[in-house]
């Protein structure tokens, strides 16, 4: 079936340090990818997506690459900010498996003044 | 606009009674998830409704259900409630149905504890 396995956390960064958190999804089909972000006390928003191969999803700084042969989604951002402080979720949907929105396991990003 | 609301935010429960969460969808959205998130399980999906019908459902028991009445708010019901079932139940709405590949809005939570 449909999966996204998300690197484990926590992962702990200085302020203005490059973050990345991976991503790798396992899916037939086509799927459209997405990360979400999840401030403590929060429900989940949405951060960016990516619905075809090759697509770049970009907002608030962090960007992910829709990389269909590597069927990867990482996500990036230059300089990171103790704001950014959350955990982040990986997600697809596809055409297969009945369209469920499929979540990674989530990673908690701590960001030190 | 208003986002999703949940209510209530925050209820104890002991085992064997029964709860009813409410949803409240962003005007306009017609399809409703639900999901339960566990440290141990992470986010699991409950089940979808749109127009008023069950779409989708996840693998949990027959003990917890859920309905969508005609102005899109959903309600969950889990009865004879068990220790496991303490959770953050979260609800999402989408303007159409899930297979319309559109990104889901998320409310803040219902922290459900059980004693």
């Known amino acids: 079936g449909n999966s996204v396995t998300q690197m484990e956390g926590p992962v702990t960064l200085s302020e203005e340090a490059f973050l990345t958190i991976n991503c790798t999804y396992t899916?037939?089909?086509?799927?459209?990818l997405f990360w979400y972000v999840q401030y403590p006390g929060e429900g989940l928003q949405l951060l960016l997506k990516a619905t075809k191969a090759d697509d770049k999803g970009s907002n608030k700084g962090f960007e992910a690459t829709y990389r269909k042969e590597t069927t990867s989604f990482h996500l990036e951002k230059g300089s990171v900010q103790v704001s950014d402080s959350a955990v982040y979720f990986c997600a697809l949907i596809s055409n297969t498996g009945g369209f469920k929105t499929i979540f990674g396991a989530g990673t908690r990003l701590f960001v030190k003044a | 606009k208003a986002g999703v609301t949940q209510t209530p935010r925050y209820l104890i429960k002991t085992r064997g009674q029964q709860v009813t969460l409410s949803c409240s969808p962003i005007s306009g959205h017609r399809s409703v998830s639900w999901y339960q998130q566990t440290p141990g399980q992470g986010l699991q999906f409950l089940f979808e409704?749109?127009?008023?019908?069950?779409?989708n459902k996840g693998n949990f028991p027959g003990r917890f259900s859920g309905r969508q009445f005609s102005n899109s708010r959903s309600e969950m019901n889990v009865s004879t409630l068990e220790l496991g079932d303490s959770a953050l139940y979260l609800c999402?709405?989408?303007?159409?149905?899930?297979?319309?590949?559109?990104?889901?809005?998320f409310g803040d939570g219902t922290r459900l504890s059980i004693l």
């Open positions: 409704y749109f127009s008023e019908t069950q779409r």
């Open positions: 899916a037939t089909g086509y799927p459209s």
């Open positions: 999402a709405s989408s303007p159409g149905p899930s297979d319309s590949n559109q990104p889901q809005h």
